[in-house]
């Protein structure tokens, strides 16, 4: 229980950016200085006299001071509001896992793009935060392929090995590849976009209509998610293809023709670049909600997990890594892992529970998972909103919007300097609502933040 506590102590400093840096600079010649040396040193300081005082730490531990009539006023006053045409679900926990407050937490509700928490869960868990995805070139005879390993935001020429998205370019692919042809006196080729790691359709049966505009065919390699001209394209893995050729001709070699076919198990590498780590993937995926970098978190964990690595198997490798990781999945349903499909269910109570735990095991996978959460008025999906409320920049949430269902979930710091998690998951809304309920959700977690109540 102690080591327990300072790891709540530790994330909630983290949580808080809270950060205390110490800087002593000491000048002196040296031994190739011009400068005179002093005849008679200066004498040493004496330490004036001083009186220490004791940091004011908040309390931790079960949040004792806190009042949960503030919460489930808050709660309560939200469900009712008239902008809110839905059912809600209402839970917080502190970070020792207690739980607070709850409103139909344990019920299983639409979560939208709050399934993103799940999937990154799970990737961070099965695929390890430090794990990178290559894209290779691999030669049989005079035919190279293109071989994709997941990395959906290649860049166009050059990579930065200092970004999220590009940090492995296919100009830096072409780089190799040449090099290596030229050393085997290859000039000419044949040249074959390799995307059998994933299996099955390009889009999961429950999204439909005007919702598959939001994510791109799923494939295992595209240039920044495939939108070449700002749009998703039909074929995100051959227009990466069509590019890799052209690099490849800007540095002499002649690629002859451009098909499809998976390389064979006698082919040689003969280049391969890499993607950020898995963690950054998670963390760009959460802060701007990226659907398509979402369903390929998804088919990896399948990957890892020994499924198919399909839409099936990608929904039931993200459950089976939350049950397995200890959480309670009473009224879970994995329908698709980026959150666009209704057919999703999630419990309040499931996500502030995923939650505490990444905030706290700060030597575990899931620490990482914080980080990607928007922050109110500052950062990703959150940028617009709690603008002109006091809680801005003191919420730390995964959004969520459908067009019947509207969720946050993440952290809030209290007036009184409390981390908490909650999570609002509201569905049913009538047509055209979605957008109305956004503010009333952001003045709840508002009075959460600034109606603490002292204790005593």
Same mark, same amino acid.
């Given at each position: 229980?102690?080591?327990?506590?300072?790891?709540?102590?530790?994330?909630?400093?983290?949580? +808080?950016?809270? *950060?205390?840096?110490?800087?002593?600079?000491?000048?002196?010649?040296?031994?190739?200085?011009?400068?005179?040396?002093?005849?008679?040193?200066?004498?040493?300081? %004496?330490?004036?006299?001083?009186? $220490?005082?004791?940091?004011?730490?908040?309390?931790?531990?079960?949040?004792?001071?806190?009042?949960?009539?503030?919460i489930?006023?808050?709660?309560?006053?939200?469900?009712?509001?008239?902008?809110? #045409?839905?059912?809600?679900?209402?839970?917080?926990?502190?970070?020792?896992?207690?739980?607070l407050? %709850?409103?139909?937490?344990?019920?299983?509700? $639409?979560?939208?793009?709050?399934?993103?928490?799940?999937?990154?869960? !799970?990737?961070?868990?099965? +695929? /390890?935060?430090?794990? #990178?995805?290559?894209?290779?070139a691999?030669?049989?005879?005079d035919?190279?392929y293109?071989?994709?390993?997941g990395?959906?935001?290649?860049?166009?020429?050059?990579g930065?090995? /200092?970004?999220?998205?590009?940090?492995? /370019?296919?100009?830096?692919?072409?780089?190799?590849?040449?090099?290596?042809?030229?050393?085997?006196?290859?000039?000419?080729?044949?040249?074959?976009?390799?995307?059998?790691?994933?299996?099955?359709?390009? *889009?999961?049966?429950?999204?439909?209509?005007?919702?598959?505009?939001?994510i791109?065919?799923?494939?295992?390699?595209?240039i920044?998610?495939?939108?070449l001209?700002?749009?998703? =394209?039909?074929?995100?893995?051959?227009?990466?293809?069509?590019v890799?050729?052209?690099?490849?001709?800007?540095?002499?070699?002649?690629?002859?023709?451009?098909?499809?076919?998976?390389?064979?198990s006698?082919a040689?590498?003969?280049?391969?670049?890499h993607?950020?780590?898995?963690?950054?993937? $998670?963390?760009?995926?959460?802060?701007?909600?990226?659907?398509?970098?979402a369903e390929?978190?998804?088919?990896?964990?399948?990957?890892?997990?020994?499924?198919?690595?399909?839409?099936? /198997?990608? !929904?039931?490798?993200?459950?089976?890594?939350?049950?397995?990781q200890?959480?309670a999945?009473t009224g879970l349903?994995?329908?698709?892992?980026?959150?666009?499909s209704?057919?999703?269910?999630?419990?309040?109570?499931?996500?502030?529970?995923?939650?505490?735990?990444?905030?706290?095991? #700060?030597?575990?996978?899931?620490?990482?998972?914080?980080?990607?959460m928007?922050?109110?008025?500052? =950062?990703g999906?959150?940028?617009?909103?709690?603008?002109?409320?006091?809680?801005?920049?003191?919420?730390?949430?995964?959004?969520?919007?459908?067009?019947?269902?509207?969720?946050?979930?993440? *952290? $809030? #710091?209290?007036?009184?300097?409390?981390?908490?998690?909650?999570?609002?998951?509201?569905?049913?809304?009538? +047509?055209?609502?979605?957008?109305?309920?956004?503010?009333?959700?952001?003045?709840? +977690?508002?009075?959460?933040?600034?109606? %603490?109540?002292?204790?005593?």
């Amino acid at each position: 229980m102690k080591a327990r506590s300072q790891a709540v102590i530790v994330a909630v400093l983290i949580l +808080l950016g809270g *950060y205390v840096i110490a800087d002593a600079v000491d000048v002196a010649p040296g031994f190739l200085t011009a400068a005179d040396v002093p005849s008679e040193p200066r004498a040493y300081p %004496e330490v004036a006299d001083f009186e $220490v005082f004791d940091a004011h730490v908040p309390p931790f531990g079960n949040a004792a001071d806190l009042s949960p009539e503030a919460i489930a006023t808050a709660a309560e006053q939200l469900a009712a509001d008239p902008r809110n #045409t839905g059912s809600t679900a209402f839970a917080v926990r502190d970070l020792e896992g207690n739980l607070l407050y %709850e409103m139909a937490g344990n019920d299983g509700k $639409v979560p939208a793009s709050n399934m993103k928490v799940l999937t990154a869960a !799970a990737a961070l868990a099965e +695929l /390890g935060p430090n794990t #990178t995805l290559p894209t290779s070139a691999m030669l049989a005879g005079d035919t190279l392929y293109l071989v994709g390993g997941g990395d959906i935001y290649l860049a166009l020429d050059q990579g930065d090995p /200092g970004a999220r998205i590009g940090r492995a /370019g296919l100009g830096d692919l072409a780089d190799q590849v040449t090099e290596m042809l030229t050393d085997r006196g290859v000039t000419s080729i044949l040249l074959n976009v390799d995307s059998s790691l994933f299996s099955g359709a390009n *889009y999961n049966d429950m999204v439909q209509g005007i919702d598959r505009s939001y994510i791109m065919p799923m494939r295992p390699l595209a240039i920044d998610r495939g939108r070449l001209d700002g749009f998703y =394209s039909a074929t995100p893995d051959i227009d990466a293809g069509n590019v890799f050729a052209e690099r490849l001709r800007e540095r002499g070699i002649e690629v002859q023709a451009i098909g499809t076919a998976v390389a064979p198990s006698s082919a040689q590498q003969v280049g391969v670049v890499h993607s950020a780590p898995i963690r950054d993937l $998670v963390d760009h995926c959460l802060t701007v909600s990226d659907n398509s970098m979402a369903e390929v978190l998804g088919h990896l964990v399948a990957i890892e997990r020994g499924l198919s690595a399909d839409f099936g /198997g990608a !929904a039931k490798g993200v459950r089976d890594s939350i049950t397995e990781q200890g959480f309670a999945t009473t009224g879970l349903i994995v329908s698709d892992t980026a959150g666009l499909s209704t057919d999703n269910r999630v419990s309040a109570s499931l996500l502030t529970e995923i939650l505490v735990e990444a905030a706290v095991c #700060t030597e575990c996978p899931l620490s990482s998972l914080p980080h990607g959460m928007p922050v109110a008025g500052l =950062s990703g999906t959150l940028t617009e909103r709690f603008w002109e409320l006091e809680s801005s920049g003191l919420v730390r949430a995964k959004t969520g919007t459908l067009v019947e269902a509207n969720s946050l979930s993440g *952290y $809030v #710091t209290t007036s009184g300097g409390h981390v908490l998690t909650f999570s609002i998951l509201i569905d049913g809304l009538e +047509l055209g609502t979605t957008a109305i309920v956004r503010p009333a959700i952001d003045e709840a +977690l508002n009075a959460l933040a600034m109606g %603490e109540q002292d204790a005593g």
